[in-house]
């Protein structure tokens, strides 16, 4: 069931969740927020909109960041966003610390969950918040067939308890946590098939269409869904 066909969130995690995460750290206009990998920048914009904080959006990108600020510029909000571009490796944010740390669409799992927390972590005022959405195995007994389309030598996933593990590890303590519903991977793989019809930029490369349209593929006719999950987490930073 798509249920938000003009999402631009490049993950099953859309808009509630980011709002979700707003509502937990008490957003408002006062408040600075970080966006670790923004894509095309819908979650820094839909924060901007609904509770007109000041964000920081962040991606190694620069056409994603182009894209960004395009759609900053149209929805009026481009002047709460600074936009940068940065490989969040070699960042460092802890200067001037954030109220809340939104890192969706597996940025984590990019950068590494466990380098990706304690950065996040050490980038929040006292008490801050961190949101996240990445994906999870949810069996240790997954078909080769589905995943070898999720993990390569590179990337290898959380379940949900060695994800509770490592977050408690870090020093931060889960708020709330839970599954995307299948809506929000048909929002997704929606907007990602519109993409595929791109013919310039990341979406053009045919490799890039095949491994999508295989991904799309087994997610559904093979039922990988019983296998892969999202997880989308709210988590407080201890001290
Ligand atoms: C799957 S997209 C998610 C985008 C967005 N957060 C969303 O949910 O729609 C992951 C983003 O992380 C960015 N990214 C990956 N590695 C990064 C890095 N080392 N530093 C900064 N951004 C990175 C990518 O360019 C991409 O835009």
């Not at 999870?136 to 949900?160: G, K």
């Not at 408690?168 to 809506?183: A, K, T």
């Not at 006719?221 to 930073?237: E, I, M, P, S, T």
Request: glycine share 6%; net charge neutral.
């Amino acid at each position: 069931m798509v249920t938000d066909p003009n999402t631009n969130y490049t993950s099953p995690a859309g808009k509630d969740f980011t709002f979700a995460a707003a509502r937990f750290a008490g957003i408002n206009p006062s408040s600075r927020v970080l966006d670790m990998g923004c894509g095309y920048g819908e979650g820094a914009c839909n924060l901007a909109s609904e509770f007109r904080c000041k964000i920081t959006a962040c991606d190694i990108s620069k056409e994603n960041l182009d894209l960004a600020r395009e759609t900053a510029e149209k929805r009026n909000v481009s002047h709460l966003i600074s936009l940068e571009q940065a490989d969040l490796i070699k960042s460092d944010y802890s200067k001037n610390p954030y109220d809340l740390i939104i890192a969706e669409g597996g940025v984590l799992s990019f950068i590494s969950r466990r380098k990706g927390l304690s950065m996040a972590s050490s980038w929040l005022v006292p008490r801050g918040w961190l949101a996240f959405s990445d994906l999870i195995m949810l069996s240790d007994n997954v078909p080769d067939e589905i995943r070898a389309i999720f993990e390569d030598e590179t990337y290898h996933y959380e379940t949900e308890s060695s994800y509770r593990n490592l977050i408690s590890e870090l020093g931060m303590e889960i708020h709330f946590m839970c599954l995307v519903p299948v809506s929000g991977w048909d929002n997704y793989y929606a907007h990602m098939a519109r993409r595929l019809e791109d013919n310039k930029g990341f979406f053009s490369d045919r490799r890039i269409k095949l491994a999508f349209h295989r991904e799309i593929d087994v997610f559904y006719r093979l039922k990988g869904f019983r296998y892969v999950g999202y997880l989308f987490c709210v988590a407080r930073k201890r001290t």
